[in-house]
């Protein structure tokens, strides 16, 4: 079973900036493997944040959160990281990691073709 855990949560207020980790078990849990942020706020289904492949030269976002975030990986590490700045009120929500289903080059942006995600961890935009 591959384990996902998400860390860097928190409070912060408009504007401000936080930098969210998610740490995989084991060396090759997420090598090779397209990997994504996704986020639920209240009353709201889950949506696609991020995405960002295998190697890492290639990504996608949200037009929501374009320009303002930013998912990097370090397969050394087992880590994948999403980078938020000029965070808004609408960026409250619990955000989750996921790794893609097999060994695939597409960077999909349904929730349906990731199938390990962490626990999430809550990030909550408010002055």
């Known amino acids: 079973q591959v384990q996902l855990v998400e860390s860097g949560g928190g409070l912060v207020q408009p504007g401000g900036s936080l930098r969210l980790s998610c740490a995989a078990s084991?060396?090759?849990?997420?090598?090779?493997?397209?990997m994504t942020w996704f986020r639920q706020g209240p009353g709201k289904e889950r949506e696609f944040v991020a995405a960002?492949?295998?190697?890492?030269?290639?990504?996608r976002y949200a037009d929501s959160v374009k320009g303002r975030f930013t998912i990097s990986r370090d397969n050394a590490k087992n880590t994948v990281y999403l980078q938020m700045s000029s965070l808004k009120s609408d960026d409250t929500a619990v955000y989750y990691c996921?790794?893609?289903?097999?060994?695939?080059?597409?960077?999909?942006?349904?929730?349906?073709?990731?199938?390990?995600w962490g626990q999430g961890t809550q990030v909550t935009v408010s002055s």
């Open positions: 996921g790794r893609r289903r097999g060994v695939v080059a597409d960077i999909s942006r349904s929730a349906s073709d990731y199938d390990y």
């Open positions: 084991g060396r090759t849990a997420i090598r090779n493997y397209v």
């Open positions: 960002i492949s295998g190697g890492g030269s290639s990504t």
